[in-house]
Each structure stands twice: as structure tokens, then as C-alpha cells.
């Protein structure tokens, strides 16, 4: 698993950090003291593995990383919100549990993260959580973890000491305290000590009684053991007994009978073989001595054959050219004319008509932009514009601005007016008509109290309950009439709060009115109102437009002035521009001839210039071209000719004939080769006759070699030992196969021989009677229990009666419970500390197993790491490690200088976690520090050996030391040539930058 992204939303000191760190290599990230190396560190724990218990708040982050598989992920963590997405699908699961086989944090720093107090020696391969995920069965942690599971357990149930308080212990001294008080309970009398010995003489005749069922139990089972084998005995006794009878043949080959279906099948083969190539050799030769002359002639005919269409594509050019050549010669004399006319008689060689070209669209222009330049002479519009009428009051700005907000004012009063107005009418035209719901609801519940008072006098109804309903229904009958009475006066109260606030209005209105000077009554309706306010707007637009046109006409004298003056300086310069153009143009036209040629024709002198000059060209290459096509053609009839009489053929010489020819040709060749090669097969199949016989001559002197081996006489006779020699082999299987299961049921050496023994002295019978004999003394010893057991429950009864008091039974009674929950406690005690130490032997052996593995690893890696120097070997029992230097000579741990000490514990660190990787899944590699007990040569060495493990791994290598990095930077610089494995980062508040 690789880190592709790393991104600190806010985390820390990190605020809106995104960081591509390299897939592979070893990343140096440098950084002082507080610039966030440690903040960058507890990043990646927390994005691997949450963030502790209580330090989540104000954490924000997310992290890319691919799998060993190629998939890519995004972990999202964001205070306590937290989740996997892979593009698809949401995933709300913890990635140790998903992918890592629920490895925690603190492994995952033992194993992938370390800093230089994590240096700590060999101790780290007898750590009980990395032995628990990396020494174990395939179950892994839950190995480890359900061991110190049963052991807790144990620890639960028992301690090694006398003032323990656990269960057992508890019950323990229950015991002891029970045995106590039983002793100060015991009794003179004589009978009672003699039914104590008897009670005591019953426990000790049960245990011999069960001693003896599981001694005869023990013997049933080695009487089984013969019955399960007799059967198997037999037969395999039988297999023996065919094996003697075919004893004669037991020494044939092994492999005869293949030999010989082998050798008659080659045989038969070759004779099949040998029938084909006599019939095939019976043939004479194929080739045809007339085909030689054409052999000869055949590169030539060839030669010819590839030049034909050379000679076809010349007749076809020689027709296809035959009126071009008169079309060029007219084109050129019909073009010369015309150019004639715009000269004065003779055509010049050469002429730049580009030149011509851009002189006379120089002159048109200008003369265009001179003609454009009067037109746009400028017009003097400053002349006093028509201001319109002014009549009418005249107001200053201020108090416009005012009376536009009377208006305002003014109209939403008259639409509030006009609103109240139009509710007043509607309310006096259509008065609502009364409602008389609640005059009949009031009857109705008047009716009910009625009712109510009825029922009690006639019919003796409780008097609370029917009076209480009956007052009740009064009062709900008067609330009803006092409602139908407020509804009958509501529209004449609502008409008269409407006049008021009508007439409240005009008030309003008419003092706005005087406010803003405007004659008018509040007795006009709103259209007058509205005319009149039309009015006052269309006096304030005509002031307006009066006061535009007047600051308009000052601006308008200003503009004129500016563009005239544009336009004398744009006119300037424009005659000397005609002039020189115009000099330029005479001085073309005397230079080529073309005096009498306008600007107005140069386009169409330029195009017939073009096609004149291309019919003269065309028409003088057409005629060398010509010249090579005759040449070429009258040499391919020559050759053509002499080919024809050299092969004896009469043929037209033309495209046609040697076309014909080379057909002829290529039949005759391909019969001769085919000839040839027949003619060649014959000759093989004569060497290979030859071959098949000495061949089949060879096979039948195998065969009677195998029939003088086997002793045999005649095919038949031998055909005969084989059926015999299967026969002895398949009984020789079963009886492998019995002696094969009479072993697995036997189960040890000493077992088997005595079951041998048994199965050839004694049959079946014998060992079913004594079966039987044992089931039925074991019958009869169940029977001698329970009397026994009947017996002392008489005897515990008694006892119990000649008690001075019930306490002594109450005593044994509650020992013998108490005894009960003992035995089932120490069961499970017992239990546990079989499965415990069953787990350790498990986890020991695959200890040894595989820790030599992580040594020998550890071994290569600091042989890399030293140059040379040391390698690692552990002793026997993996308990003592040893440095081992280029004399063999052994260096014990006690011995090692620090640095030597510190290089061996990296190297198994490294080890320790590629080898990890392998069980579970590659992860990032973390070092803080671990370099600054290194001297500089050391340095250099571990620096490199990371590098190096880099081109397959992670990892982050965090260091404040600048001279951690300078040396980093150095071996970078070294590798240059070899490997780019090493990348430098330097961390400073907050930010990463690439150094």
C-alpha cells in the first residue's frame, strides 16, 4: 500500500496543505524544531488508524492511497466522521479492520514506525503483540489474543497464594472451614465413628469398581481392534495366496508388454510406409528437355514483361499529348497578342508583376482616400437650435424635485382613496343578509335542557348528572342568541369606520394640494385627479428637455472645433502619398515595355502574362519529352524481337504479344519446377525406401530379443505371461492395500505386531465371545455400583439422624454443593490452561519456524548496510544473536559498540517489517531520527540501504539534523547514475516544499 496524497485540510499547523509525496524511495523530510514534522507523522497514524480517544476535535483531513492490488481509496477523516471512498461506493468501516486484519495502532509502531528509542535490540521478536500478529497460525491476532484471553481468565479463577481472593481460592477455604467445623462436630459414640468407616469403605469399593469398567473398557477396545481387521486380513491373505500361484511369472519385465504392442505397432507402420514409396518409385522422370531454351530466356522474358507497361504508358502519353501540343502552340500565339496590345510591339522577357500589382492598388487607394477625405469635409452645426415653447411656470431645480414628491404622495393617497371608496359602496348596494345558525342552535340546546329536566321527573335519572347537563346546555343556548346578536350589528359599525377614514383622506388630500399649489377640489374623482397630476408631469419633461438642448448646444460649438482641426491634419501629406505613387508607376511601365497599360487592366495583363508564359513552358517540355518516349519504345521492340526468335515463338512485337509470350512462360515455369521438385522427391523416396527397411529389419530383431528375455517361444506364449503378470500385480495392490489399513488401525509398531499375532492364532469367533464376556462383566460391575451407592445413602441417612443437630448435615450438605461448584471451577481452570499452553507451543513453533527467516533477512540487510563488514546469526534456540565480521570471527550483543548496535537493530527493525508486509500488506515506513547516534561514514552506509530497500517501498525518513540531510543530499548525488530513489523535502510551519 503506497501513499499517493496526502491533504491537511486542518490539521494542526497544516491549513489547506495537498502534498504527491513519491510512490516509491526513500523521502527525507528535514525540518527544524516546531515546523511540523511530528504533527505530519501523527497524520498519517490517524488517517491510517483514527485519532486517540478524546483528541479528535478541530482535526480535518483526507488521504489517497493505492493497494498492493492497483485499486485507489480515499480515506476521509473529519473530527469524528469518518469513512473509505473508492470512486464508486461509500465504505463505513476502519481500514485495519478491512484490509489489514484488525492490526492496531501500537503494532503498526513497533512494526512500520520507529524513531530512535524504538532501537531497542533483539527484544523486539519476543514482543507478545508482534509475536501475536507475526509468529502465529493463519488465525493471526486472534491467536495471540484469545491466549492472553484464557489466561486472564485463569488469573480470574486462581492465584498462587494463600490470601487469594478468587473463586477457587474462595472455595478452597470453604473447604478447609467446612472440614473444621465438621471435625468439633464429631461423636463418642461408637456406632457413629464405625457408619463413618463403612461410608468411607463405599467411596473406596466405588473407585475400585470403576477402575475395573475402565480397565475392561480397555480391554473391548483391543478385542475391536482384531474384529475391525479380519476382514481386511482375510482378504489381503487371499491376495497372497494368488500372488504364490503366479510366483512364476513375478520376475517378468515391467515394462515387456509395452516394449512389444510398441514394436508391432512400429512395424506395422513401416510396412504401410514401405507399400507407398515402392508404388511412388515405379515413375519416370518429369522434366522436358524443350523446356531449357525457355529457362534461358526466362530473366529476360521477365525483364521485357516488368518494361511493358512502360511501353504501353508511352503510346497512351504519345496519344493523350497529340492535341495538347496544339492547344499549347495556340494558347501561346493568342496570349502574345493580346500582352502586344498593351505594348509597343515587342514582349519583354521578364516582369514583376507583383510589383505592378501592389503600385496600382497603391495609386487607387490614394486616390480613393483623397476623394474620401474632401467628402469628409466637417459641417458647421453650431447654429442657435429651436428651444420650443417656454411658456409656462418656471421653477428651479430644487423645487421640481420637490413637487415630484407631492405627486408621489398624492397618488398613492388617491389609490387608498379610491380602495376605500369602492368597500364602502360594495358594503351599502349588497348588505349581507342574517344569519340565523346560531338562533337555531341556541333552540336546539334549549330543547336538550328540556329534555334533560323530562327524563329526571318521568324517568328518575340521576339528578347531578342530568341537572349539571341540562344547566349546561342553558348556557350554551344563551352563548348561541348573544352570538346571532353581535353578527346583526357588525356592517353598519364597519360602514361607519369606513366614512371616517374617507373623509380623513380628503382632508389629507387637500392640504397636499395647496402644499404643492395645485387648484383642484376634493370633490373631483380620481380621473380628474390623475388628469391634473398628468399635467404636472408633462411641464416637468418639457422643463427638462429645455434645460438638455441648451447644455447640448454649448458642447456642440466645442465638438466642431476639435474635428475640424482632425480633419486639416488628416489631409495633410496626401499629394506628396499621389505623387510619389504615380513616379513609381511610369518607371514600371518604362522598365517593362507595358506603356500603355492602365492600373485598371494589371489583374487581367498579370493572368494572361501567366497562361502565355505557361504554354510556352509546357509546350517545349512536351517536345523533349517526346523525344525519351520514341527512343525507349524502338529499344523494347528490338529486344523483343530477338527474345522471340531465341524461343522459337512467332508473336506480334507489341504489348499484346509479349504479354502472350509471358504467359506461355510462366506455365513452362511453373511445370518445370514442378517437375524439378518431383523428379527431387523420387530421388528421396529411393534413400528413404532404403531407410524404412533397414529400419523394420532392426524392429524385428527387438522383438525376439524380448521373446529370449521373457523365455518365451511364440508371440502367443508371450501374450499369455502378460495376462498373467497383470494378474499378479493387481492381487500384489490389494494385498498392499490391507497390509496399508491393518497398519492405520493398528496405529503404532508395537500395536501391529501384536495384532498380527493375534489375527494368525485366533479367528473371528474367538475375539466376538470375548467381546461379549466383557460388555457382560461390565453389566454386572454397574450393577455392584449402584448397590454400593444405595448402600452409603443408607449410611449417610443414619448418620445424619444420630446427629446432636442438624448442623452437621446441613454442614455436609452445603460442603458437598460448595464441592460441586469446585469441581466445575476447576474444570474450567483446567480447560483454560490446556488451550493456553496448546497456543504457546503453537505460537513456539512457528516462532522458530520463521524468526530464523527474519534473522537471515536481517543478516542481508546489515552485510548491505556495513559495506561488507558484519552479518547476523542467531544461536540454536534463537535466543542470543551474534554480529558475525569478515573472519567469521562471533561478536555477542554485550560486545557491540552503539553504533554497531544500533546499525544490527535497524537492520531487524527492516527485516521485521518486510517481512510483515508479506503476511498482511506493503505499508509506508516511518523513521524519526534514527540516524543522530550514527557517525558520518554510517551515516552514509544507512542512508544508502534505504535507498536501496526504497525502489520497492515507501519511505519517510523525518530528521532535524541538517547534517542528516546534507549527507542525504550526497549519496543522492552519488546514485545519480544508478537509482533516483532518494527525495528531499524540507518542512517549515506548516508548508512542504521540495528542496
Known amino acids: 500500500m503506497k501513499i499517493i496524497q496526502m491533504n491537511l485540510d486542518d490539521f494542526g499547523i497544516y491549513h489547506n496543505v495537498s502534498w504527491v509525496p513519491p510512490e516509491k524511495g ?39 492511497i493505492r493497494r498492493e492490488d492497483g485499486h485507489e481509496y480515499r480515506i476521509y477523516r473529519n473530527e469524528k466522521e469518518s469513512y473509505i471512498a473508492d470512486g464508486n461506493e461509500v465504505i463505513h468501516e476502519e481500514p485495519s479492520a478491512l484490509w489489514w486484519h484488525s492490526l492496531e495502532r501500537g503494532t503498526y509502531d513497533k512494526i512500520f514506525a520507529m524513531g530512535l528509542e524504538d532501537l531497542q535490540g533483539f527484544k523486539i521478536l519476543s514482543n507478545e503483540e508482534v509475536r501475536s500478529h507475526f509468529f502465529s497460525i493463519e488465525s493471526g491476532v486472534r491467536m495471540g489474543a484469545v491466549r492472553r484471553d484464557f489466561m486472564r481468565q485463569m488469573g480470574e479463577l486462581l492465584v498462587a497464594s494463600h490470601q487469594g481472593k478468587k473463586p477457587i481460592n474462595n472455595l478452597l477455604q470453604e473447604q478447609r472451614e467446612f472440614d473444621r467445623k465438621i471435625h468439633e462436630l464429631s461423636y463418642d459414640e461408637e456406632e457413629f465413628a464405625s457408619l463413618q468407616e463403612k461410608e468411607q469403605q463405599t467411596h473406596e469399593i466405588e473407585k475400585r469398581l470403576r477402575l475395573s469398567i475402565e480397565e475392561t473398557k480397555q480391554q473391548i477396545e483391543k478385542v475391536a481392534m482384531p474384529l475391525a481387521a479380519w476382514d481386511v486380513y482375510k482378504r489381503g491373505q487371499d491376495a497372497m495366496k494368488h500372488m504364490q500361484e503366479l510366483a512364476d511369472v513375478s520376475q517378468f519385465p515391467a515394462d515387456g508388454a509395452q516394449r512389444w504392442e510398441e514394436l508391432e505397432q512400429k512395424i506395422r507402420d513401416i510396412n504401410e510406409k514401405i507399400k507407398e514409396l515402392e508404388a511412388a518409385s515405379r515413375k519416370g522422370p518429369a522434366f522436358k528437355q524443350e523446356w531449357n531454351r525457355w529457362v534461358i530466356c526466362g530473366s529476360q522474358i521477365d525483364e521485357l514483361y516488368h518494361n511493358m507497361p512502360q511501353w504501353q504508358q508511352g503510346q497512351e502519353e504519345l496519344a493523350d499529348h497529340e492535341d495538347k501540343e496544339m492547344d499549347w502552340q495556340y494558347d501561346e500565339n493568342k496570349y502574345s497578342q493580346t500582352l502586344a496590345g498593351w505594348t509597343e510591339g515587342t514582349l519583354p522577357e521578364q516582369a514583376d508583376w507583383n510589383r505592378a500589382l501592389t503600385l496600382a492598388r497603391n495609386l487607387e487607394t490614394y486616390t480613393r482616400e483623397e476623394e474620401k477625405w474632401q467628402a469628409a469635409r466637417p459641417k458647421d452645426v453650431s447654429a442657435s437650435l429651436d428651444t420650443g415653447n417656454a411658456d409656462g411656470p418656471q421653477r428651479t431645480p430644487e423645487e421640481w424635485k420637490e413637487l415630484g414628491k407631492s405627486v408621489v404622495t398624492i397618488q398613492d393617497t388617491l389609490i387608498e382613496r379610491e380602495k376605500t371608496q369602492e368597500l364602502l359602496r360594495l358594503l351599502k348596494e349588497d348588505p349581507a343578509e342574517t344569519s340565523h345558525g346560531f338562533l337555531a342552535l341556541g333552540l336546539l340546546f334549549l330543547l336538550a335542557a328540556a329534555g334533560l329536566t323530562a327524563s329526571v321527573v318521568l324517568y328518575d335519572f340521576d339528578l347531578m348528572m342530568a341537572g349539571g347537563a341540562a344547566v349546561l346546555c342553558v348556557l350554551l343556548a344563551l352563548a348561541a342568541f348573544a352570538k346571532q346578536r353581535s353578527d346583526g350589528r357588525r356592517v353598519p359599525r364597519r360602514i361607519g369606520e369606513l366614512e371616517g377614514q374617507l373623509a380623513t383622506l380628503q382632508t389629507r388630500l387637500s392640504a397636499m394640494a395647496d402644499d404643492a399649489g395645485l387648484e383642484i377640489s376634493t370633490d373631483e374623482d380620481n380621473a380628474a385627479w390623475n388628469q391634473m397630476l398628468d399635467g404636472v408631469r408633462k411641464e416637468y419633461m418639457d422643463w427638462k428637455t429645455r434645460e438638455s438642448q441648451d447644455a447640448w448646444k454649448k458642447e456642440q460649438q466645442v465638438m466642431y472645433d476639435a474635428i475640424y482641426q482632425k480633419w486639416e491634419q488628416e489631409g495633410k501629406g496626401w499629394e506628396d502619398k499621389l505623387g510619389n505613387c504615380r513616379s513609381a508607376w511610369k518607371t514600371w511601365q518604362q522598365t517593362t515595355g507595358f506603356t500603355k497599360l492602365e492600373t485598371g487592366d494589371v489583374q487581367a495583363a498579370k493572368e494572361a502574362w501567366d497562361a502565355y508564359q505557361h504554354a510556352r513552358t509546357s509546350l517545349k517540355d512536351w517536345k523533349k519529352r517526346k523525344e525519351d518516349i520514341l527512343t525507349r519504345i524502338s529499344r523494347l521492340k528490338d529486344s523483343a524481337e530477338q527474345i522471340f526468335r531465341e524461343v522459337g515463338v512467332s508473336e506480334d512485337v507489341s504489348p499484346e504479344g509479349i504479354e502472350r509470350v509471358y504467359q506461355m512462360w510462366q506455365k513452362i515455369r511453373v511445370q ?8 527431387r522427391q523420387q530421388e528421396e523416396k529411393k534413400k528413404e525406401l532404403a531407410k524404412c527397411q533397414k529400419e523394420r529389419d532392426i524392429r524385428r530383431h527387438q522383438e525376439s530379443e524380448i521373446l529370449k528375455e521373457t523365455g518365451s517361444q511364440t508371440a502367443g506364449e508371450f501374450r499369455s505371461k502378460i495376462l498373467k503378470f497383470r494378474q499378479f500385480h493387481q492381487y500384489k495392490e490389494v494385498y498392499e492395500q490391507s497390509e496399508a489399513h491393518i497398519k492405520l488401525i493398528a496405529k503404532t509398531p508395537k500395536n501391529l505386531a501384536q495384532l498380527r499375532h493375534e489375527l494368525k492364532i485366533h479367528d473371528c469367533q474367538t475375539w466376538k465371545d470375548e467381546k461379549a464376556y466383557y460388555e457382560r462383566k461390565i453389566a454386572d460391575t454397574e450393577k455392584k455400583l449402584a448397590a454400593v451407592a444405595e448402600k452409603r445413602g443408607s449410611i449417610v441417612e443414619r448418620l445424619s439422624q444420630m446427629a446432636k443437630s442438624e448442623e452437621a448435615g446441613r454442614l455436609l450438605q452445603e460442603k458437598q454443593n460448595r464441592k460441586t461448584e469446585l469441581d466445575r471451577k476447576t474444570d474450567d481452570w483446567l480447560t483454560f490452561l490446556y488451550a493456553q499452553y496448546m497456543l504457546g507451543e503453537a505460537q513456539n513453533y512457528y516462532e522458530r519456524v520463521r524468526q530464523p527467516l527474519v534473522i537471515r533477512q536481517a ?8 559495506q561488507g563488514r558484519y552479518t547476523l546469526q542467531a544461536s540454536f534456540d534463537g535466543r542470543q544473536l551474534y554480529a558475525v565480521d569478515g573472519t567469521g570471527r562471533r561478536i555477542p550483543e554485550k560486545e557491540w559498540s552503539s553504533g554497531t548496535g544500533d546499525q544490527v537493530y535497524l537492520a531487524i527493525r527492516m527485516s521485521l517489517a518486510m517481512a510483515f508486509s508479506k503476511q498482511i500488506e506493503p505499508m509506508p515506513i516511518i523513521l524519526d531520527d534514527i540516524l543522530v547516534r550514527f557517525d558520518e561514514q554510517r551515516q552514509k552506509e544507512a542512508i544508502r540501504f534505504l535507498a536501496d530497500l526504497g525502489r520497492k517501498e515507501q519511505i519517510f525518513l523525518f530528521t532535524c539534523s541538517m547534517e542528516t540531510r546534507k549527507l542525504a543530499e550526497e549519496v543522492q548525488k552519488l546514485l545519480a547514475g544508478e537509482t533516483d530513489t532518494i527525495h528531499l523535502f524540507e518542512i517549515e510551519q506548516g508548508t512542504i516544499a521540495s528542496a
Open 672 to 679: 518445370a519446377e514442378v517437375a524439378r521438385e518431383q523428379d
Open 859 to 866: 543478516g542481508d540487510y546489515l552485510h548491505l548496510m556495513t
Open 26 to 64: 526513500l523521502i527525507v523530510m528535514h525540518g527544524q524544531n516546531e515546523s511540523g514534522k511530528t504533527t505530519l507523522m501523527k497524520y498519517v497514524r490517524s488517517m491510517f488508524f483514527g485519532y486517540p480517544r478524546g483528541e479528535w476535535k478541530g482535526y480535518f483531513g483526507h488521504m489517497d
